[in-house]
């Protein structure tokens, strides 16, 4: 089964779970709701989920499918919905304030903890009254979300505290998109995402819904029963 043969099923499914959920839930759908709601919409459409990561925040990937591995993120647009930022892996075994390693290692560890195939994310814009919200298949490959598609140089720190320090890396930029690892928040692995023409390809399913919940789960179970 390829991705082609089911998007139509998926866009389908993603609208209906997303609406569905609004119904009993004010708050957004942030990460470990997204991983459910994913794997929901993977079994409706005919895909096989042999397993999910149930919410761990370990790197890697959180759904395994007929379609492939998924590593599911949720965040939201920025810049009138042209760019969105994603976090990825934790990298202080290779890289710190006391031990900046090199990005040959850095590159290394993350090629060896990548065990998916795409990156599943839904972005949203919250207007207030209403979320939109996109769900991108990127993939895990693409020059965008690959680490080694960049050239990476030390970052120096710009406060009296740390100026002129190593604080952590950084990349240039390719088609508007970039990334940095940041030694004080954890050495973590930040993409920083251009929604180009070509990303916009990489969108399964949209939806916009109003805010406010419809039911509460009394109100839910007295209609059901």
Known sequence: ?????????????????????????????????????????LKAAGCSVDSQSNGSHKSGSDISCTIGG???????????????????????????????????????????RKNFNYYS??????????????????????PSVNPASYTWTPRLGKTKKNQDEVTGWQTNMVNGSSMSITFSMSSQLWMFVNITDEMKKFVVGSCLVAKGRKYNYIQLYDKEV
Not at 79 to 101: E, M, P
Not at 124 to 139: N, S, V
């Open 121 to 142: 994310i839904i972005v949203r814009e919250d207007t207030g009254t209403q979320i939109l919200y996109d769900w991108y298949l990127i993939p895990a490959d693409h």
């Open 1 to 41: 089964m390829s991705l082609d043969q089911v998007k139509p099923l998926l866009a389908s499914n993603f609208t209906k779970c997303v609406k569905g959920y609004h119904l009993i839930n004010d708050d957004p759908i942030k990460e470990t709701p997204w991983e459910d709601i994913n794997a929901i919409i």
């Open 70 to 112: 998924f590593s599911n993120k949720s965040t939201q647009y920025d810049r009138g919905n042209k760019s969105f930022s994603i976090s990825s892996y934790r990298l202080t075994t290779v890289c710190s304030a006391k031990n900046h390693g090199s990005i040959t290692e850095i590159l290394a560890e993350i090629d060896s």
